[in-house]
Structures are given as C-alpha cells and as structure tokens.
C-alpha cells in the first residue's frame, strides 16, 4: 500500500514537473500609433483556441506552451501583427491603423462594398481632403478632385451653394444638383433661404466631422436610388468612434480674404473729362463738375472700397473626442465657424455638434445612431446683386460698387447721408442720378436668415445567422429658419414706401423610414450578396411671415412695432411622399467575374395621377483580366499589377426642384368687389414623370508597378429623355384667361451628354525622409438638346432679368447657349459700333443721330435689338479636370492642386455696365475709346445717354469673352511638430499649417473670375456673368493637437 501511494505520490510530482517546465506567462502592453493604451486587443496562439484581450490599460498576460514561438495581436480597424516570442515581458506593441483597408471599403446605396468588387464609377474623396479649407460647405472643396465633377463657386456671397454638376447638365428647368445622401438618409440641398442671405443646407455638415466621401456617377453605382439618381448621388460618411482609450482632437485655423481682381473703374479726373466728352458729342451744353468735401478737396470716392472689405477676418474651431471598444464606440464633436465676406456685412456663423454611437448587444444585435444640430446665421445688409434673379437689382451692392459716381461722397459735409429724393445725391450737377448710395444700404438694410437644423437616425441590425443580416434606420432631416429682412425709409427700393420690414418664419422637415434584408452567401469559388428592402419618405415645408410698411417711428428697424401698414407674406405650405422598393445582386466567381444589378420602383406624389410610378434600373459587370492565367504566362503581368474592366448600363430619373403641385390644376383665392373668390391659377398635367436618364458606361482600370501607378479610363454616354417644359397651349385646348401663360409642364425635351474620363495617381517616390504623390485628372464632355417640343418648338429663350435675355437652350446646340447680337467692332472712320441683323447686314449704330440706325450706304435701318440675336457661345466647359501634387520632407507636407476648364465662353454683362455711358462710372478700358478717324479699337464714340453701343439695352458679342483658365485652387504647407517636443506638453500629436486658397489665375476673360455666374445652379443661364460679386483670395493659418 505504502509502495503504491508512493508511485502515485512520484508520478504526481513528475507531471507538476513536466507542465512547470513546458508553460511559461508572456505579457505585454498594446497602444496605438501616437502612445495612448488599446484595451480589448485579441491576443492569440496562431492556429490555436485559447488567447487572452488587453485590459483597460492595454496590458495582457497569457499563458503559453514553451514550444509556442509567436502571438498574434490583432483589433479591429488596425494592421494585424504576428510577433516573436523573444522573451515573457514583449515590452510595447504599437498598433497602427489598417487604412489600406479603409480605403478598399466604398459606400454604396444602402451598403459598402470592396473596392475591388465595385462594377460602377464611384469616385472617393478623403474627409481630411476638405477639412481645413476655408468653406462653408464640404461640395465646394471637391473642385478638381474627382475626374468629371464641376465644381463651381457662383459668386463671393458666403453660404452661397456651388454648383455642383456630374458629367455635364442633366436637365433644362429641374436641379442638376446630384443626390446628397448622409449617412444613409438623403439630405435637402440648394439655396433654402428665403432672403438676400442665401442658405446652403449643406453647410450644417462641418467639413471636420466627414470621413469620406464617394460619388456615385453611372446607373450601376445609383440606380439604387431610382427617380433621384440622374445627377448622381454623392455619399457623405460622418466619423465614428475606433477602438481604444479616449481621443481628443483640437483643429482650430484663422484667416484673412480679400477681394480678387476687381475691375478698375475712373476715377473722378477721368470721368469728368469722359463724361463731358459724351455730352460735347451729344450736343449737350450741360456739363458735369467736381464736387468739393468740408475742405474743399475735390470729392474721389472709391466705391468699391466702399462696399467690400479690404481683408476679411474668418476662424474656425473644431474639437473632437472618440473612442470604444470591440463592441461599442462613440464621436461627440463641436464647432464654432465665423467668416466675413469681402462684402461689408456679409457674414456666415455656425455652431454645430455631432454626436455617433453604436453599440452591440450579443452576438446577434447592433443599435446605434446619429444626432447633428447646427445653428447658422446667414448675414447681409441687402441684396448683393449676385444671387439668381439679382442681376439688375436696383440694390445690387455689387452693382453699385460698379456703377456710382466717383465725383459723389457717401455723406453730405454735415454728417448725414447725401440722399436725394431715395437716390444718392449729385452734388452741383443738375443731371439725374438714379442710383442709391449704396452707404445707406449697408448701414441700415438688413436681410438675415438664422437656421436650425437638426439631423438625426437611429438603427437596429440584427444578424440572426452569419450569411443574413436585417437592418432599419429612422431618419429626420428638419429645417427651421427665421428670416429677418429690413429696408430703409431714405435710399433704396422701398423708401418711396417710406421703409419696409418682414419677419418670415420657414420649416422644412423630412422622415424617412429604410428596411433591408441582406443576404451574404460564399461557397465554393462563388460570392453573391443579395439586398431587398423598402423606403417611405414624406417632406412638408411651411412658410408665412408679416411685411409692414411706411414707418410711423422710425426707431423701429424690425416688425415689433411703429408701422402703418400690415400685410401676410409669403404664405406657403406643401408636402409630398415618395414610396420605394428596392433590390439588388452582386455575383462574383472567384473574385474575377463580377456581375451585378439593381432596381426600385418609386411613387412619387407630385407627378401626375397617370405617372405616379416608374421603374429604375442597372446592370453593369466587371473581369480582374489579370487573375486569368494567361495574364499571369503573359510578360504584360510583368508590367501591369492590375487590370480590370467594367461596363455598366441602366435607366434613372430626375424630380429634384419639380413642385409639389406642378402635374395639379390650381385655383387661387383673391378678393372680388370686397367678396372672397377663386380664380383660375395653373394648368396642371395628369401625364406629367419622371425626367429618365438612360447611362451607358465602360471603364478600364489599371495598376503598375505593384500599384503604385493606378488609374482608369472611361467612356459614358448619358441619353436623357422626357424633360420637362413649360409648353404653349393653342387656345383650342381650352385653358381659361389667367394672369399667368397658357403653359403647361409636358415630358418633351431630349439632350444628351457623352464623354470621356480620365485619372491617374502614382506614388512617384516614397522614401523614409521624402515622398512624392501625384494625381491627375481630366474629363471631356459635349452636351446637346436633340429635342424640345416635338417639331413645334426649336428653341427656348432664357433671360438673366426681365431687362435681358442672355441665353438660348436650342435644337442642335449645348443647354445654355449664349444669346447674343452679333457685332464687328467699331468703325476706325466714324467710330460708330456695328452690328449684324438677323439677314446678315451690317448696321452702323449712331446714338447722337436722328436716324440712329443706317447701312453702310447710308441707308436707314430698322433697329437692332433681340430679334437679331443668334445662339452665338457655348458655355459648358469641353474639358475639366485637376493636378495635385503631395511633397513630404521629413515633418513638412506641401500640398499644391491647380484646377482647369477648357472650351467655354463666358458673357462678361458687368463689362456692358461699365461702358454705359449714361451718369454710370465706367472701367478703365473707356479710355482707349474712339476719338478720331482711323481709330483702331472696340471701343466706340462716348455719347452722352447711350446704353446700345455697349450692349447695356441687349446683350452684344463684343462682351462675350472665352472663359478657359487654370487656377491655383489651393497651396498648403503644414509641419508636424516633432515627438520630443509635444510629449511634455501631455499631447500625442501636433501640427501646424497655413494654407492659400484661389491665390492665382491664369485666363484671357477680363472680369475677377469665369467661374462666376450670375445665374446659380440654373443649367439654362450658366456663363452669364452680371454685376456679379467675384470670389476673394484666403490665406489661413491654423493649428491641429491631439490629446
């Protein structure tokens, strides 16, 4: 017994032996790349069951085998690491983010997808791309980014929405605005506001709080959108929390604008001397003489130092926290944004926040959600002139800046306002003015709008087995704007009302309500992934205000009190819904083939009651040619490290800007004889859908060098179908007298755009102490109306203002095309401007004659006018694209992207302005005027009174100008601040920067910018630029911490 027990005894202090022997503790401590500790880092055995995670701390302990030679450390969103077990304490393990792997993940409708498995054109753009420029809204920093996206700045009012087109103009009368989808909910866009201080809803997005975004460009990568997808759609991905210890962030910059090119106007000298020739050639005895100030000093008012800012002072700061772990993360963000405009009292002001959750419950269930409020103040003194319909307003800031005297002051020699009868005063002269003083306006007008936006979605996603997975989100975009607009009672459009205020409150609110099932299934070499799901979504906008007029006290600068007169204003409420489902299969056999499609109907409430519904659809596939093994026996796989090649084709649609009434026959109601009535108001169309765009898309994409040379080449072909018109009706169809045209909106119209696109990027070097990135991209495009109104109608008149028609949208020619008189310079013997008639002949313009209009014979003519005009210039750009270049020396990064467009026109309007030679001020370029015979110039005889020969009556071809340029769009220089000296400080990183943004521009157009466009997002009156506010010069300097 004794015997045994001892056996056992041994045996058990053997076995104790052999396991102390042959199990050893390895520990270590986890961070990420700045320093700050990972907790629940997996830490494994490779190829075997037991592991241990990091705590709190990033530290771990595992027990291991001695025979185990190597851990596995991995976490989700970093590089996985395989490590040598050298000894039992492996010291610190630095993490550093897997953004090759972030980068290959693309946001489609209701998804993501590889990149490698994408069959459509989408086009990402990085969030830090945007981040630090100094703008409103994120759109406008895309410029020359993205091979085939127009970016266009309008104008220099701040919170102004760009223009934003994909692959050319998509549509004549709706928005060619593309879908803007955040998050997974689609967003309102354009100019929301209801004042002269416009509101871009976009600007609510603090460009900070974006990670990426991707656009979306032919049927296959939109088509899951249906009806809203024909101007692409652009997905905007906000930040998220990752995994690891709290994070907090700090980026903060300040800068200075100014304006950018302005014109050079006479001065008081030169425009008496000018002036005074006209009336001597118009025999006129009148003259015009200085004015002196309080001193006696001879009155030279530089006017536009008067309404725009020398420098504008702009700042920004944004601070962030983040963090989580495996299972659940958080982003909480704030930001504070004010910028002046170069235009004295034109401000943009924000404070926005932002908060992302997401949380995973078990295995199976994920909750999360997002909540953005932003509040923003659009500021402006008044109308500037620049905004679509401001053209010719009497207001215009930027106008007046153009057009008022120099020989008249702001203020008389007493202090006050030098006001005569509502217009500026002119001193000695007896000549009539007609022209505010623009001081007053920007001193006492007032047309601001303050917004509250709020944007909010919530989800669960259940994923009861691995190969399905169940999702719905809730979402809510809503609106709410005061506006508050004020007009003096001594110089402006309502002093004769003897001063006008209106309060306008607006709400615009959308629900949106997504549920998708997803199926994910690989077996064998075959991958397919189906999507199914629905959408409601239900829109309602609200407006009503109160206008008062003629002021009773004059202390009142708002509707509070001290007025006369009472009136409702703009009184509006709508809503529609649009009713979805949705499919779609993507297919792939050994990640080689690729085949993929999609479809939706929708039911859309504003179109007619026999068109609600339409179906959508696309189709595209892909081939990775260089997995096939005759690539691989091939010596072109030498070469290429990536080839593949993708068609795509599909039908979307276009309802964005329709009304929500517009298919609707109307009645309004009006007072008759005291008694309430209703009267006939709008001829609606029971027939009237969807705008289609049928797109048709190839691409070639390729890789060399291992990839360090990618790119692509595309071709697409956009046929576009059933735009809506506001067509004539013959009295026979029996349309009752109205106020308005006997018009209804009909699917008539047909255009097309084609093109081709290409981008390239090429890491050119990479070494430890210096690289060098560089990316092209170009696109060409030709846009063409084939159709408008069956054979009835051949072309469709656009007009600037009711003062001028500036543009033609005509059978055979590009949307928007340039409607102007045809002219050959000025006559060297007479000096008269010549202009060409609709026959072809040559008439000779004399405003000091009795017979003003004479052939050269000496004939007399009919008068010139727009009956003349010809479709003369194309204004859509042939040829766009970008250059960026990326240098890192060490701590330094330069950053420099030129943007360019070719083969454009551009119709110079403010140029007319500045030669009218009535009481305007004029340019500089007058000088070079005709005075005697054999004067070579285009420039005609100064003739008191005269506003044809310049082109102020109608638009001229002497004032179309060719727009092509290339711009410095922006230069930034930042340096990261090294290690050793932010580590005391408690920080983890720092970086300091200054950036230049529209520093430089090389162009013939003679105006501040040939991106500008008095006209806005409408396609029809695009390159008209009219009094027109250009865009100003930014240089900023700011600061990034992270703690």
């Known amino acids: 017994m004794r015997k045994s027990l001892l056996v056992v005894v041994s045996m058990l202090c053997l076995v104790t032996s052999v396991l102390a022997q042959t199990h050893r503790t390895v520990t270590g401590k986890v961070s990420d790349e700045s320093g700050s500790p990972l907790p629940g880092v997996t830490i494994s055995i490779p190829g075997g069951k037991s592991g241990t995670v990091t705590d ?448 306008i409150h607006s709400d615009y609110k959308r629900w949106i309500w997504t549920n998708t099932a997803q199926f994910d299934k690989t077996f064998n070499y075959h991958s397919i992934n189906v999507l199914i799901g629905g959408e409601q979504q239900r829109d309602q906008r609200e407006r009503y205000g109160l206008q008062r007029t003629n002021q009773a006290d004059s202390y009142f600068n708002n509707t509070e009190g001290g007025w006369i007169n009472d009136y409702s204003s703009d009184l509006l409420r709508r809503q529609n819904y649009l009713l979805s489902s949705f499919a779609r299969v993507n297919y792939n056999y050994r990640e080689k083939y690729y085949v993929s499609a999609n479809v939706r109907q929708d039911q859309f409430s504003a179109f007619g009651e026999n068109n609600k519904k339409g179906i959508f659809y696309g189709f595209s596939a892909g081939w990775e040619i260089t997995k096939e093994q005759f690539w691989a026996d091939s010596k072109l796989s030498e070469v290429f490290s990536g080839l593949k090649l993708r068609a795509s084709h599909g039908k979307v649609g276009n309802l964005a800007g329709l009304g929500d009434y517009d298919a609707l026959s109307l009645y309004r109601p009006v007072p008759y004889g005291g008694d309430p009535a209703i009267y006939y108001y709008q001829s609606g169309n029971p027939n009237l859908g969807w705008e289609v765009s049928k797109k048709t898309d190839v691409g070639l994409a390729f890789g060399l060098l291992n990839n360090r040379l990618t790119g692509e080449l595309g071709y697409y072909y956009n046929n576009i179908d059933g735009l809506i018109l506001q067509v004539p009706q013959a009295p026979s169809a029996g349309i009752p007298h109205t106020n308005t045209t006997s018009t209804i909106p009909v699917n008539v119209g047909k255009m097309y755009n084609k093109g081709w696109e290409f981008n390239v990027n090429f890491a050119a070097i990479n070494k430890k102490a210096f690289s060098w990135n560089t990316s092209f991209n170009i696109a060409f495009n030709k846009n063409q109306i084939t159709e408008l109104s069956g054979s009835e109608l051949t072309s469709i008149p656009f007009v600037t203002s009711s003062l001028e028609q500036t543009s033609v949208n005509k059978v055979g020619y590009p949307a928007g095309m340039i409607y102007v008189v045809l002219t050959k310079g000025v006559d060297p013997l007479t000096g008269r401007r010549i202009f060409v008639n609709a026959a072809g002949e040559d008439v000779y313009f004399d405003p000091a004659a009795q017979d003003k209009y004479k052939y050269a014979d000496g004939k007399i003519a009919s008068p010139v006018g727009t009956k003349d005009a010809v479709a003369y210039k194309n204004t859509n750009p042939k040829v766009l694209g970008g250059f960026e270049n990326t240098f890192r020396y060490k701590n330094f990064e330069l950053n420099v992207l030129l943007t360019y467009q070719t083969g454009f026109y551009v119709y110079y309007g403010s140029y007319a302005g500045m030669k009218d030679q009535r009481y305007w001020n004029n340019s500089i370029d007058v000088l070079k005027r005709w005075q005697k015979p054999n004067d070579i110039t285009d420039i005609p005889r100064v003739v008191n009174g005269d506003n044809i020969s310049n082109g102020s009556s109608f638009a001229i071809a002497a004032n179309v100008f060719k727009g092509d340029f290339l711009k410095l769009r922006s230069v930034g220089l930042t340096y990261v601040i090294p290690e050793t000296a932010v580590k005391p400080l408690h920080l983890t990183g720092a970086k300091v920067y200054v950036r230049g943004n529209n520093l430089a521009i090389v162009t013939k157009y003679p105006g501040p910018d040939p991106e500008v466009s008095s006209n806005g997002n409408n396609a029809s009156g695009q390159g008209v630029d009219r009094n027109t506010l250009g865009n100003g010069r930014t240089v900023t300097v700011g600061l990034n911490v992270n703690f």
């Open 56 to 503: 709190a701390k990033g530290i771990f302990s595992l027990s291991v085998t001695t025979e185990t030679k190597t851990l596995r450390v991995s976490f989700v969103g970093y590089e996985e690491k395989v490590l040598q077990i050298t000894s039992d304490n492996l010291g610190s393990i630095k993490l550093i983010p897997d953004t090759k792997a972030i980068s290959e993940v693309v946001v489609v409708g209701y998804g993501t997808q590889r990149r490698t498995e994408v069959t459509g054109s989408i086009t990402s753009v990085k969030g830090a791309t945007v981040a630090t420029l100094p703008v409103q809204s994120f759109e406008a920093g895309l410029g020359g980014r993205a091979a085939g996206v127009q970016i266009t700045v309008p104008n220099g009012v701040v919170n102004n929405p760009p223009v934003f087109r994909i692959r050319g103009t998509n549509s004549l009368s709706l928005s060619a605005y593309p879908l803007i989808v955040i998050d997974g909910v689609p967003t309102f866009t354009g100019d929301v506001g209801s004042t002269s201080a416009p509101l871009n809803p976009l600007s609510s997005i603090n460009p900070e709080d974006i990670e990426s975004i991707d656009i979306g460009k032919d049927a296959a990568a939109t088509a899951i959108y249906g009806s809203r997808a024909a101007n692409g759609v652009v997905f905007v991905t906000t930040k998220k929390g990752r995994p690891g210890r709290p994070r907090i962030s700090y980026d903060g910059w300040v800068g200075i604008s100014s304006p950018n090119r302005l014109p050079k106007l006479l001065n008081a000298r030169q425009y008496l001397e000018m002036k005074n020739e006209g009336l001597k050639n118009a025999g006129n005895a009148n003259t015009y003489v200085p004015t002196l100030d309080a001193k006696g000093d001879t009155v030279d008012t530089k006017w536009m130092d008067v309404v725009y800012r020398k420098q504008a002072v702009s700042q920004s700061h944004n601070v962030n926290i983040s963090g989580g772990t495996e299972i659940s993360n958080y982003y909480l963000s704030a930001g504070y944004t004010k910028q002046q405009g170069i235009l004295r009292q034109n401000d943009f002001i924000r404070k926005n926040i932002m908060l992302n959750l997401n949380q995973r419950l078990g295995k199976a269930l994920s909750i999360g959600g997002k909540l953005s409020y932003s509040n923003e103040n659009s500021l402006i003194s008044g109308a500037s002139g620049s905004l679509e319909g401001e053209a010719f307003a009497s207001g215009g800031l930027a106008r007046l800046a153009f057009l008022t005297s120099p020989i008249v002051a702001p203020y008389n020699n007493d202090g006050s306002y030098n006001v005569d009868d509502g217009y500026i005063g002119g001193g000695d002269n007896v000549l009539q003015t007609g022209i505010y003083n623009p001081k007053v306006l920007l001193d006492l007008d007032r047309s601001n709008v303050e917004s509250n936006h709020i944007q909010a979605n919530v989800y669960a996603e259940l994923k009861p087995w691995e190969w399905l997975t169940l999702r719905t989100t809730y979402g809510g975009d809503y609106i709410f704007m005061n506006n508050d607009i004020f007009e003096n009672a001594i110089s402006g459009d309502n002093a004769a009302s003897n001063g006008m205020a209106n309060s």
